[in-house]
């Protein structure tokens, strides 16, 4: 398996509280994604980064930044985090055998009190 | 909206073929096939892609249709463990601005003793 962690795995918080997420990755891979995945919906993609700083936004980006200021490192930002952002996070990479063959870290439960 | 449309789940014995359909009327000459499949809570896991010819990995087989209209994703000796949701995805290898892969609701796949 590819070498993603998130952390945290579970995080509970209230409206209006910054939330941040971290997506590491030992792989050495230039793209980096995050998810959502909702019960309706398939996954949709939030932000994505192809490289150091390099970072573009996805289907559903509203309420949400990212940053990467290392290749390992991914972060996703709720600024003030809102009931409609409890969902389930996943970080993704893709590199060497093309961006479209993406391995998904275990996500993260997060829930908006 | 999602470029494929799939069953919403089929059953299949423990130990035969489980073949999962999907249809891509509107794939365009540059476009792969990609399969993905997610087991509950997990992140998703890439099995395998194609352009026009069948294509067999350690995993699965696909077959996609002269036309390329269509494709079956096939699960040669389908165990328990095969049991989750797959999506079949459309999507160019050409990274642009408006990429990201579109991931429909997907089958679900129950393989039963």
């Known amino acids: 398996d590819a070498g993603i962690t998130q952390s945290p795995r579970h995080k509970v918080t209230e409206t209006g509280t910054p939330v941040t997420l971290r997506c590491h990755q030992t792989e050495n891979h230039r793209y980096m994604y995050w998810y959502r995945q909702d019960p309706g919906h398939g996954l949709r993609l939030i932000h994505y980064s192809y490289g150091v700083k390099d970072t573009d936004k996805g289907e559903v980006s509203d309420g949400y930044s990212v940053s990467r200021s290392k290749t390992e490192d991914f972060l996703l930002t709720l600024e003030s985090a809102t009931s409609s952002q409890t969902s389930v996070y996943f970080c993704a990479i893709s590199g060497t055998r093309g961006y479209n063959e993406q391995f998904f870290g275990p996500g993260t439960r997060l829930t908006v009190l | ?113």
Not at chain 2, 67 to 77: A, E, N, V, Y
Not at chain 2, 83 to 110: E, F, P
């Open chain 2, 1 to 113: 909206d999602a470029k494929t449309t799939q069953p919403t789940s089929m059953d299949c014995a423990e130990g035969r073929a489980a073949n999962l359909p999907c249809n891509h009327s509107t794939i365009s000459g540059n476009e792969y096939v990609y399969w993905y499949r997610q087991i509950h809570s997990q992140g998703p896991q890439y099995i395998i892609h194609g352009l026009k010819n069948n294509e067999t990995n350690e995993m699965a087989s696909l077959i996609i249709t002269e036309d390329r209209k269509s494709s079956t994703l096939i699960l040669p000796h389908a165990t328990l463990r095969d049991t989750a949701v797959y999506y079949c995805i459309v999507t160019s290898r050409i990274m642009d601005s408006n990429y990201q892969l579109i991931w429909g609701a997907g089958t679900k796949l129950i393989i039963k003793p």
